[in-house]
C-alpha cells in the first residue's frame, strides 16, 4: 500500500532564498505529526507547497500513491488535503453551522447548479446532526446559529478546525493552532485535538512553535531546518537529539 | 418562523404590485414609471448576484443589457421571432458575450477588475453607436413590435396599453426573481457568499473560485440581457443612449440605494432611482445632484442601503421585544 503523503526532492525558492531544498517526507501511517524548527526552516512554506498555495520548483508529492504536485488548491482540497491558517480564517459572517454546513457541501459547479435547479436537499437532516455533533464536541453547539465573527478567537480556531474536518480530509494541516490562544485553554486545546483525532484517525500534520504543547500532543515529530528535514522521532528521541540541540540553539 | 414570514411578505408585495392596475384603473403614468423601473430592477438583480452576494464590482453591466437589448431588438423588428423567445435569445448571447469577457478577465485581482469592466461597457457602447449596419448607429433601432395579445378567454391582455405591458414586466421581473432566490438559497449561493468573505478559504475547501467566479458573472450578463430586451420592448426603440456608461453607474447605485445582498434591494432601488424622481418630477440635472447627496448619507449611515436600514431596524425591535418578554 502507498504511503498517505510521500515528498521526494521537493524544492521552493523566492527570489534566489531557498525555502525549501530537496525536502523528503514520507507519511505512512494515521498519527499526529509535529513539525517544528526555528524561524525561516521552511515549515510554513511546506505547508503552502503541500496544500497548494504555492507551487514546489521541483519534486514530486503523492497523495495514497497519486502525484498532486501540480494541482491546485481546491482540486487537493477535493482530493483530502486540507489545512487551517496561522491566522485562523473562518467566514465571519456566516453562522457556526453554516460555516460546517459549507465545508460539507459538494463544491463542484456542475453538482452545485443542479443541486440549485433540483433544490435537492439530499440527506438535509443526517448532514445537520452531523454539523451540530461537530460543534458539540468543541463546545461551540451553543454558539451554532450565531455568526462567526461574535466568536472570542480561541472559539474561531476550533470552528476552523471542525469546519475543515467536516470536508472529510485525509490529511489536515493545523498551522500553528496553539498561536493566539490564552495559555490556561492550552490543555483544553489539547485534549479537544485528540478527541478529533481519536475520532477520525487520520494524518494530523501540525506545525507548532510551542514546545510543551506539540511534545504532549504529537506522538511523532519532524524537526526541519533551513528548509530540509534534520530529523524525525518520537519526541523524546528527537529532544535528545544533539543534531536538533544544536540547530535551535546554534 | 422568519423566513416563511419574510416569504410571505414578498408574495404580499408581488400580489399587490399584480392588482396595481385594478386597483388603481386611472393611474396611467405611475404605470408607465413603475414599469421603467421594472425595466432597471431586472438588470439589477444580475448586478446583485455579482456584487452583492460575490463581492465583485461591475462598472459595465448595462454594456451587456445593450447585447440582449439589440439581439431582441433585431430578432422583434424583423419578424424573426415572437417576443419570449427573443427574450431568451437575448439573454443568450449576453450572457455568452459575459462569458467572454469573463475568461479573461476574472482572474484580475478586484481593483482591476473594476476598471476592465468600466472599460467593457465602453467598447459595447462604443459599438453600439458605430456598427450602423447592425445596430443604427445613434439613431438605433425604432418600431420594436409589442407583443401579439393574450386570450387568457375570461380577459385578454393588450400589450400595447399600459395595464398589459406592467403585467408583462411585472411577470418577467418575478421569474429573474425567483432564480436570484434559488440561486442565493442553493449550495452554489453559498459558495458564492465564502467567495466575497474569504477567497482564500473558499478555496481552502474546495470551491474553484474562477470557475464559480465565471458561472455567475455569465448569469449576471444574461439577466442584464434579459432587462436591456424588456426596455427596448417598453420603449419601442432601441438606442445607444439606453446604455451607456451613466446608466451602469445608474444601475450600480440602483443596488447599492436598494442595498447590495438583499433579495429585495434591486427593486426597492430601481423604484426609488427610477420612478419617484420621475413621480416628484425632478428635473435630470437634479437627479444626480440630490442621488449624489442620499449616496454620502447612506455611506455615512446606511452602508447596507435601505434593506440594509429596515433589517436592522426589524433586528432591534425584535430584541427589544424579547427583553421585554425576559423582563416584563
Redesign the interface.
Known sequence: MPAILEIAGVRKAFAGIVALDDVALTIAQPGIYGLIGPNGAGKTTLFDVICGRQLADSGTIRLAGERIEALRVHRRARLGISRTFQECRVLLEETCLDNVLFATQDKRLGAELVQTATRSTRARDAILAEARRLLALVNLDAYANAPAAALSYGQRRLLEIVSVLATRPRILLLDEPASGVNPTLLVTLRDFLRRLYDERQIVFLVVEHNMEFIMSLASHIVVMHQGRVLAQGAPAEVQASPQVIEAYLG | MRLPLATLGVLALLALLYLLPIIAPGELYALHILTLALCYAVPAIGLNLLFGYTGLVSLGHMGFAGVGAYTAALLMKHGLAGFVPSLVAGALVAGAVGLLVGLPCLRLRSHFFIVVTLAIGVILNTLFNNLDWLTGGAEGLPGIPRPQPLDLGLMVIDFRRPQGFFWLALTVFAAIFLLQH??VR??????L??IR??E??A???????F??KL?IFTISAAMAGVGGALKVTFLRAAAPLSFELMESINLVMIVILGGAGYLLGPLIGAILFIALPEALRVANELRLVVFGAILVLLALYAPRGLCGLAAALIHRLTTIGSLHARHP
Open positions: 434559488l440561486i442553493s449550495d452554489f449561493g453559498r459558495s457568499a465564502a468573505q474569504d482564500t478559504v478555496a481552502a475547501r474546495g470551491v474553484d473560485v470557475a464559480h458561472a
